[in-house]
């Protein structure tokens, strides 16, 4: 299994940018996506996730109303729209793979993406 992530980079404070994940190796199964962040010297926090389905999406609170999670056709590809960025903002951006959307906890997770660097400069 394999989770292919991308689309980091930097921005201004304001900016957007779009962060993708593709998985492979788990045709057959039915799993939520998201992800999560990981800033230097602070613990890896949940940031958005959704489900298989797409109809269930979970929100960190620090990003609701900036952030849109997405899932793609096909479904093994998952998207996540940053608006708004923040310096706070910046940080290692993980991909992962749980078997539900909700309560999603990094040490839940069963598969992880390399990180992909997000820098919101001011």
């Known amino acids: 299994v394999q989770l292919q992530a991308s689309g980091g980079g930097l921005v201004q404070v304001g900016g957007s940018l779009r962060l993708s994940c593709a998985t492979s190796?788990?045709?057959?199964?039915?799993?939520?996506m998201g992800w999560f962040r990981q800033a230097p010297g602070k613990e890896r926090e949940f940031v958005a996730a959704i489900s298989w389905s797409g109809s269930t999406i979970y929100y960190a609170d620090s990003v609701k109303g900036r952030f849109t999670i997405s899932r793609g056709n096909p479904k093994n590809m998952a998207y996540l729209q940053m608006n708004s960025l923040k310096p706070e903002d910046s940080a290692v951006y993980y991909c992962a793979v749980g078997r539900s959307a909700g309560n999603w906890k990094s040490a839940d997770m069963n598969y992880w993406g390399k990180g992909t660097q997000v820098t919101v400069s001011s």
């Open positions: 190796g788990l045709t057959g199964s039915t799993y939520a």
